[in-house]
């Protein structure tokens, strides 16, 4: 079985701090995707990174960073220089398994992130 | 690009009863992903829809159920309705079958409430 931990479940930063969301998976799979989604009070998750088991490369997209490693299963997510817009809750999730890819995702619970201004 | 769509917003349901919900895809996806979020947990995975069948089941019971149209929008149906029940059901579009490996486009959800 799939499973994925956020041992965070709230963060409270002042506005310009850096802050590290953490995630841990467990899949019994050696093919399989990460995902990072953001939740907004608007309720719709925004889609934010996806990475594959396969490719372990440290990826970042302008504040937001991502380090993905196997050896300790974590895919955690880091904010630089936060914004009150950065405010939400985050989740981290895992997809892939035995059915193909058919079996929909599995996510944490979520980390709420709350930048203070 | 029109987005995800899901109706109605919110809904109040009785114990017992049934509810219908409905969401569009976004356009040119043929996969739909319902997924149950109850207050403060993250979503689960309902089922999937790909090109009108079902090839992806969450461990949820069979009153729940839906349907995927040829114009891939879809419909989630739940019989019975139960307490439990009470959430926020997120509708999302991929394309392809596998949504456990596809970025997924989710609408706003639906807030059920079970009295």
């Known amino acids: 079985a799939q499973k994925v931990t956020q041992a965070q479940t709230e963060i409270s930063v002042v506005e310009k701090e850096d802050v590290t969301l953490d995630c841990v998976y467990e899949?019994?799979?050696?093919?399989?995707?990460l995902f990072w989604y953001k939740q907004p009070p608007s309720g719709e998750l925004v889609f934010l990174i996806r990475r594959n088991s396969f490719d372990e490369q440290n990826e970042i997209s302008g504040r937001y960073s991502w380090n993905f490693q196997k050896s300790t299963s974590s895919f955690n997510f880091t904010i630089t220089a936060s914004q009150v817009v950065d405010s939400a809750v985050y989740f981290c999730a895992l997809g892939g398994g035995s059915g193909g890819g058919a079996d929909g995702l599995t996510f944490g619970k979520g980390t709420h992130l709350i930048i203070q201004p | 690009e029109t987005g995800v769509t899901q109706s109605p917003t919110h809904l109040i349901k009785t114990r017992g009863q049934q509810v219908t919900l409905r969401c569009s895809s976004q356009?040119?996806?043929?996969?739909v992903s319902w997924y149950q979020q109850a207050l403060g947990q993250g979503p689960q995975f309902i089922f999937q829809?790909?090109?009108?069948?079902?090839?992806g089941r969450g461990n949820f019971p069979p009153r729940f159920s839906g349907l995927q149209f040829p114009n891939y929008s879809s419909e989630l149906n739940v019989n019975a309705l139960e307490l439990d029940d009470s959430a926020l059901y997120l509708c999302a579009s991929s394309l392809g079958r596998a949504v456990g490996y596809n970025e997924q486009f989710f609408g706003p959800g639906t807030r059920l409430t079970v009295l």
């Open positions: 356009s040119g996806h043929n996969t």
């Open positions: 829809y790909y090109r009108e069948e079902e090839n």
């Open positions: 899949t019994r799979d050696t093919t399989y995707y």
